[in-house]
């Protein structure tokens, strides 16, 4: 065994002079003997000896061949896709008690699991024999693209194991523990829109179960009824028709006994659905059974039909039996089921039939670790004396606690930490020990071990708090900020000492500890143990009072003595509730003297300095003071201004905000404090904070319009690939030999001319084989674009956008790659940015477009006229951010050179196949014939990966040409944030014409929206936001002009909508603004409007027959009791002060088609039926979590009159379908899906004859083996074209013109929320959409569609913003850390989704007429404008604080634009505070940060 040799120089400037080899080899020789990880990884002993000592978990995890079920998807601990569980012992007493702890393996040090048990998603199910949550997950429709479901299992898995007691084998798991513990806040997913998620977690929950199986330890709450109510409800709708059914959750289900199997569930015989585990009594060494038992025969499971169908068939589906079985479970359910409602049925969860914890960890005893090499090492000290030894001998060593701040430096600050100490295994500074109960009654203080666990913290201040009571209000006001502190996988390692030693000025515990008194206990060998007090700790940014060779070991936190007349609360304002840092976060305590008058204060804020900072102003202002005094709560204000005085241009922005949250939750605080010590009655909503629960909601399940395969609620077919991880995405796939990895080398500069670039010091660094850049292609084809071609592939001379790419570094492996990427030096000459659409404007910085649609008087120009005509008009200004599609999985592509003819094969995470395709053969000069582009699926795409992942093929393919090799590359989330392009952001300037009564007569508006620096999709986004400015509402005068910016941010591009959100929004924002002039009602205003069929749209497309909006508007309004509901948002508003209400419903029509691109509207199939009656399908769509291959093989298995299972789609590939479009504006069902039932016709007219000759029941095989005997070409290649489009631009002739959409997917949403007027808070209370998707092909994909669209919508106008640098025009917001998607909590509080069925009188509607594939309608799109409700809703809730407050809300005198962050909200609620706080802006200051709407 080979010692590893420390960096000989680590740090610039050692310390105490030795170098540090010279200071670590005795430590090494000495102590750190073991270079040897011992490990059990899904159930098997490892040993890793001597690793890479850059690997994270997560590194080691995916370099292993199959586990790539663990996904990287941001690297910054925000998103949870990289989630694993760590099993742990904790042998502290004599009870052994084993944790299951859910971790981001991005961050998590590898170092860490050593000792412990690392399961992933495989080692918890397989396809063949998922665990029940993946199998949950899967049949309740909750893994769509499924990147992000692999870490969404296992977090909830870890949740699962930790609910039960193997003791006493009690299982307990409550709603509200999975709330209040925050057990999902670490956990994203852009697709789903969480409800399904949250079904499949609530059949875990037991609360309701009343003793029956799982005993009760508490009394079970109204909630805890209603929730469990719901699961039974939505388990019995499910399966109606069914009486025994198991709703699956642990124990067994009471209702439905006996099981299937014919025994009790609660029987142990019965099967179990887990794996077989391990009998306690394993050796040592011995290696745990793998879980999955793959000899046994799989089980036929009718719900997830089809599923398995990308894996080799199975012997039992070669046998006509198979076929027969298969065909009946889809014609005719199994069991008796009600026609049209789905039936599903889960295995019974089994919790002591669950992986155990290796017997043989039990008596792991964990020695000194070291490995590493001579650039970077790693200690794993397990004794605090050799932590302190280590420290002296090289003081510069890092610590490393949870890693949660140490690998986001490494990863994104270039931080290098040449010698890296793992503290948390040393038992004196994980461990908090607790005093006994009689101790801890006359406590002075709870002493933490430094590096406890933050979720041990939350639950040691949680039990002390319920033992000692309010004296202990202290660890309260913790634990509230560490519930909303970070994800919780974080928590479930990170530590205080991690906290408190990195100094971030926006810490949320040590504003409390601060505020507390606390003191930290450090040592180190020169002077033993050392007292810091909090107060004193920290001396200015990012830098503490901690010696360099010390470590922090405990905190001492100050209890009060018992009557004290002391409080002590925290607060927390951030952009999104959960998992989001602080923007201010606050700790205050005071304490009064007998006479009510302030003896001691400290008021702490963090967010408001370099440092977390007392405030000593507002101290000094209220100490005498009597406290509950409305002059001391003023005195206090004004010291808090004075305190934090900040600038227009502070670092971080938001300076108005900051001020008044800072405030804000003072003045919240003096009112808390006051009930608190019982000095005055004050209102309770003041106090209050939102709240929010666990998310319930219905989906309308029955679909009269069900057929034998298609209008089913099928499984997306890859979900239990999904759930178990072994869906394979591009990074996913199989090493190759000798495979090369890419790293980008991007401009760090926004605007500038390249000087110079040396790439010198990047090619002799390890693992790297080499460089191209614009040199590496000929000058002519260094140029693409969708549209236009007008953008660089490398950068030449000139940069005009941060991020643009100036060439690539290719290596051995991604990290070295990416790391000779950032050693590329480029010097610049650096130019001033251009970043928003106004400066556009000023600067006249326009690309070519031109557009416009004129109707009625502006046809001649008379537009003067028509508003001559009107009595009432408005003008405005309304502007609309943009969106990361934050898709979950980054652009990966991986180019694979053939060595004959040039071809080369590309696999890419596209939506557009041709594209790619196009662009790779003119880079390497050979025909489009030698280069198949293929893609399996996506890890969703939402419009990101229509024109922009192009270049990532490109690199790839021009590298592997040159080295002969496999090169593949998949972005950072950063990289890719900055390459990708967002949705557009648009501004509107209009005018606006009505009469009196409302009747619109005249709109005029000049549309700009943000291009950014090449022209990719933005006239095409610009010219449907046109098309779609009349909302569903009818104007007979109309002129909008486009106007398409160019500016020095990313190439903006397609996202779900295509412009056609911010149309609308522009059209309801003007609608508002009319009800508001005339005082009239919105809806009304809104009814008086709307279509009738007949009318034309600006463009002269007849509204037709298939005119729903108005029927969606009254069924929703009646089923959401939306007028009851408008009504008591109204009361609510005239009796609150602090937290007002708002309502909206809205509609929506959204055109179906490729709207300026006519060739585009055309699709090919091609289906092969092969002899044994097996169908395989291509076609020109890809599958981006979507459900598209799903729909096109229940279509072709509907066509084709054969079970669903027969048929299968490995991915779509050039090579299979040429000149496909890309995946987009909704219409892959719809051109996809005609051009398969095409090919589908044709087989069928050829098998025809053997129809007849065979009869009516003779499967596909019988047919397929008689036609092929007769030599019947069993192949055919279908298309389809859209007819009836074509609309041409600037024609007015509404007789003659061609529609510009297929057909309109209509919809309508109402949303009703509350806003916490303090801080800009807010959560929806209530959600309902109803959208009429035709005769849906799968409902389930569809709702599934309709919730995440909505969902999405909700992040657009609320919480997602996406700002820019103003100085330097580098984006802001390139993370998760930094830009916020909606998480689990932030979605509607009751979610409820229907589809229009019948009309207004009960009578079904036909959508025969549509001549749409099946009649159904695209989905995709259609609903995410409907999240605007919230938007809208919000509007509402501010303009009545507004009203109350006494601002205005005269339109022109305000503005409310979108996105309704909790700035904007709180700034526009119009109060004192505000006035108050309000920031002069100096001449020539610009703000922080800018939006570039
Ligand atoms: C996605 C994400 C979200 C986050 N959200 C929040 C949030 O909401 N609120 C918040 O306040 N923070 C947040 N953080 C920051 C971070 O998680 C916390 O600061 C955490 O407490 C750090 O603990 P750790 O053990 O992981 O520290 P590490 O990363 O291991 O170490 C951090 C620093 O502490 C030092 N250190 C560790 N242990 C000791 C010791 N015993 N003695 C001396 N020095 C020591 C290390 O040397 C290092 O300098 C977030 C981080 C991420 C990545
Ligand atoms: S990849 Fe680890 S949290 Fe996103
Ligand atoms: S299914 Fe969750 S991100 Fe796609």
Redesign the pocket.
């Known amino acids: 065994m080979t010692l590893p040799v420390p960096p000989k120089s680590a740090a610039s400037a050692p310390l105490r002079g030795l170098n540090a080899t010279e200071a670590l080899t005795p430590l090494i020789e000495s102590i750190y003997t073991s270079p040897d990880i011992t490990c059990y990884v899904n159930g098997k002993r490892t040993i890793i000896s001597n690793p890479n000592p850059h690997w994270t978990l997560l590194d080691y995890i995916r370099a292993q061949p199959d586990l790539k079920g663990t996904k990287l998807g941001c690297g910054?601990?925000?998103c949870g896709a990289c989630t694993v569980v760590l099993q742990v012992g904790d042998r502290r007493n004599e009870k052994r008690r084993i944790q299951h702890l859910a971790v981001?393996a991005c961050?998590f040090p590898l170092v860490g699991i050593d000792g412990k048990h690392v399961i992933t998603v495989e080692g918890i199910g397989n396809v063949d024999r998922p665990h029940p949550l993946q199998e949950r997950i899967a049949k309740l429709h909750g893994s769509q693209c499924g990147f992000c479901t692999p870490g969404i299992v296992m977090s909830l898995y870890a949740v699962v194991r930790n609910s039960y007691n193997p003791e006493t084998k009690k299982f307990h798991l409550s709603a509200h523990e999975v709330e209040m513990e925050g057990h999902l806040d670490?956990n994203l997913c852009r697709c789903t829109g969480y409800k399904p998620i949250l079904n499949a977690a609530k059949t875990f929950v037991t609360e309701d179960l009343k003793g029956q199986l799982a005993e009760e330890d508490e009394p079970t709450t109204a909630d805890a009824e209603k929730f469990a109510k719901e699961v039974v409800d939505f388990i019995k709708t499910s399966s109606a028709g069914q009486s025994k059914v198991s709703c699956g959750r642990p124990g067994g289900c009471c209702r439905d006994r006996p099981s299937r199997s014919g025994s009790s569930s609660c029987d142990s015989e019965s099967a179990p659905s887990s794996p077989p585990t391990e009998p306690s009594s394993t050796s040592d060494d011995e290696h745990i059974p793998a879980i999955v038992d793959v000899e046994k025969e799989p089980q036929a499971d009718s719900d997830l039909i089809g599923a398995d169908y990308a894996k080799p068939m199975k012997s039992k589906e070669h046998s006509a039996d198979a076929e027969t079985k298969a065909s009946t479970t889809l014609a005719a359910p199994a069991a008796p089921s009600e026609r049209g409602v789905p039936r599903i049925e889960f295995q019974e969860y089994v919790p002591d039939a669950e992986l155990i914890f290796p017997p043989a960890l039990w008596k792991y005893e964990p020695q000194p670790l070291c490995y590493g090499n001579d650039k970077k090492i790693w200690f794993r000290p397990t004794k605090l004396e050799h932590l302190v030894e280590l420290k002296d001998a090289y003081p510069s060593a890092?610590?490393?606690?949870?890693?949660?701040?140490?690998?986001?430096?490494v990863r994104f600050k270039n931080s290098d930490f040449a010698v890296s100490v793992y503290?948390?295994d040393i038992a004196d500074?994980k461990h908090t020990i607790l005093p006994s109960d009689a101790d801890l009654e006359n406590a002075k203080e709870l002493v933490v071990a430094?590096?406890t666990p933050?979720t041990e913290l939350e639950a040691i201040c949680k039990g002390v708090y319920a033992k000692l009571g309010k004296r202990a209000m202290v660890l309260e006001a913790l634990r509230k900020?560490l519930r909303?502190?970070?994800?919780r996988q974080?928590r479930n390692?990170?530590?205080?000492?991690?906290?408190?030693?990195?100094a971030?000025p926006?810490?949320?515990?040590?504003p409390v500890l601060i505020a507390a008194g606390a003191t930290l206990e450090?040592v180190n060998k020169q002077d033993g143990s050392v007292d810091l007090p909090m107060s004193k700790f920290f001396l200015a940014y990012r830098t503490t009072a901690?010696p360099a060779d010390?470590?922090?070991?405990r905190i001492h936190i100050p209890i009060p003595a018992k009557d004290t007349r002391e409080v002590l609360k925290a607060y927390?304002q951030?952009r999104r509730k959960d998992?989001?840092?602080?923007i201010v976060?606050a700790a205050f305590r005071i304490r009064l003297d007998a006479q009510d008058c302030v003896e001691d204060a400290s008021i702490v804020y963090?967010g408001m300095a370099p440092t977390t900072k007392e405030s000593p102003k507002t101290q000094a202002a209220i100490l005498g003071k009597p406290w509950f005094h409305s002059e001391t709560l003023d005195a206090a204000l004004g010291g808090l201004l004075e305190d934090y005085n900040l600038p227009y241009e502070v670092p971080g922005g938001m300076a108005d905000y900051r001020k008044t949250l800072t405030l804000s939750v003072f003045f919240r605080f003096w009112h808390e404090s006051g009930v608190e010590l019982g000095l005055g009655h004050v209102d309770e909503q003041v106090v209050d904070e939102i709240h929010r629960s666990i998310s319930s909601g219905t989906r309308d399940d029955y679909n009269p319009y069900e057929q034998r395969v298609v209008g089913k609620q099928v499984v997306h077919l890859s979900a239990l690939k999904q759930c178990t991880g072994e869906a394979e995405y591009i990074d996913d796939m199989p090493r190759l030999d000798r495979e090369l990895f890419g790293g980008l080398v991007m401009s760090s500069k926004a605007h500038a001319n390249i000087i110079s670039v040396d790439w010198e010091p990047a090619l002799a660094m390890p693992g790297v084989v080499g460089y191209i850049d614009k040199n590496s292609i000929p000058a002519d084809v260094n140029v693409w674009g969708s549209i236009k071609k007008d953008e660089l592939f490398f950068a030449n001379g000139k940069i005009l956008s941060h991020g643009q790419v100036i060439g690539m570094v290719y290596a051995d492996t991604a990290l070295e790659a990416q790391a000779a990427a950032r050693a590329v030096k480029v010097e610049y000459e650096v130019l001033k940015p251009i970043l928003t659409i106004d400066e556009a404007i000023a600067a006249n910085s326009f690309f070519p477009h031109g557009k416009n649609l004129r109707k009625g008087l502006a046809i001649d120009d008379k537009m003067d006229e028509a508003f001559a005509q009107c009595e009432r008009i408005f003008e405005g200004t309304t502007r609309m951010g943009g969106q990361e599609h934050f898709y979950l999985e980054t652009n990966a592509a991986l180019s694979i050179p053939s060595g004959e003819d040039g071809a080369v094969e590309v696999w890419s995470s596209t939506q557009n196949t041709m594209e790619t395709q196009e662009f790779v053969s003119s880079v390497l000069g050979v025909p489009s014939n030698r280069i198949n582009c293929r893609v399996k699926r996506m890890g969703g795409g939402f419009g990101g990966k229509e024109s922009r992942s192009v270049p990532f093929a490109v690199y790839t393919a021009i590298a592997a040409r040159k080295e002969k090799r496999p090169v593949r590359i998949m972005l950072n989330r950063d990289e890719d944030m900055l390459l990708s392009g967002q949705r557009h952001p648009f501004q509107a300037r209009w005018k606006v014409g009505v009469s009196n009564e409302g009747k619109l007569l005249a709109l005029k508006a000049d549309v700009y929206n943000n291009g950014g620096f090449s022209q990719d999709m933005s006239g095409a986004v610009m010219d449907r936001c046109l098309t779609h400015l009349d909302n569903s509402y009818e104007c007979p005068n109309v002129f909008l002009r486009a106007n398409v910016c160019r500016t020095n941010i990313h190439s903006n591009t397609a996202y779900r909508g295509f412009g056609a959100p911010q149309g609308m929004y522009f059209a309801e924002t003007i609608m508002y603004n009319i009800a508001e002039g005339l005082g009239m009602d919105i809806d009304s205003l809104r009814q008086k409007n709307l279509y009738n069929i007949g009318q034309h749209t600006p463009f002269f497309q007849r509204i037709d027959e298939d005119w729903h909006v108005p029927m969606l508007l009254h069924q929703l309004s009646k089923s959401s009791d939306y007028e009851k509901r408008k009504s008591a948002v109204q009361s609510f508003n005239k009796t609150n002060h602090w937290k007002k209400r708002g309502i909206a419903l809205i509609p929506c029509k959204f055109g179906l088609s490729f709207a300026t691109a006519l060739h585009l509207n055309q699709a090919a199939a091609y289906i092969k039926i092969y002899a044994d009656g097996s169908v395989l399908l291509h076609h020109g769509g890809t599958e981006m979590g979507q459900g598209l291959y799903t729909k096109m093989c229940q279509i072709a298995a509907q066509e084709l009159g054969t079970p669903l299972d027969s048929i299968y789609t490995q991915d779509s590939q050039t090579y299979q379908i040429a000149n496909a479009s890309p995946t987009a504006a909704s219409s892959g069902s719809d051109l996809n899906g005609m051009a398969v039932k095409n090919a589908c016709d044709q087989i069928n007219e050829r098998l025809a004859p053997y129809r007849e000759k065979l009869g009516p029941d003779a499967k596909l095989k019988e047919l397929a083996h008689a036609a092929y005997i007769d030599r019947v070409n069993l192949a055919a290649n279908g298309f389809w074209k859209m007819p009836k489009v074509g609309y041409t631009w600037g024609d007015t002739n509404w007789e003659t013109v061609k529609p510009m959409y297929y057909y309109w997917t209509q919809g309508a949403a109402a949303s009703e929320v509350e806003l916490d007027l303090l801080t800009g808070d807010h959560t929806v209370l209530r959600s309902d959409i109803m959208m009429d998707v035709g005769n849906s092909i799968n409902p389930a994909i569809d709702y599934g569609q309709i919730e995440g669209a909505f969902i999405q919508g909700q992040g657009l106008f609320t919480i997602e913003e996406t700002l820019w640098h103003t100085a330097s025009g580098q984006l802001f917001t390139k993370g998760?850390?930094t830009y916020k998607i909606p998480g689990f909590s932030d979605i509607p509080q009751i979610f409820n989704a229907s589809m229009l069925r019948t009309d207004n009188n009960g009578k079904p509607l036909s959508w025969n007429h549509l001549r749409s594939v099946q009649s159904s309608k695209g989905i995709g799109e259609p609903p995410l404008f409907l999240g605007s409700t919230v938007f809208f809703a919000l509007r509402e809730a501010v303009k009545a604080a507004r009203e109350m407050n006494g601002a205005t809300t005269v339109p022109g005198e305000w503005n409310f634009d979108s996105p309704s962050t909790c700035e904007r909200l709180r700034l526009a609620v119009g109060d004192d505070l505000i006035k108050r706080a309000a920031t002069v802006k100096k001449k020539g200051e610009m703000p922080f940060l800018t939006a570039v709407a």
């Open positions: 910054e601990g925000g981001n961050l670490g890092k610590l490393v606690g949870g890693a949660s701040e140490v690998q986001v430096e503290v948390s500074l430094a590096n933050l900020q909303y502190f970070a994800g974080i390692v990170a530590s205080l000492a991690g906290n408190i030693a990195t971030s926006i810490s949320d515990a040590n450090a901690l010390a470590a922090i070991t927390k951030a998992d989001d840092i602080a976060t963090g998760p850390g």
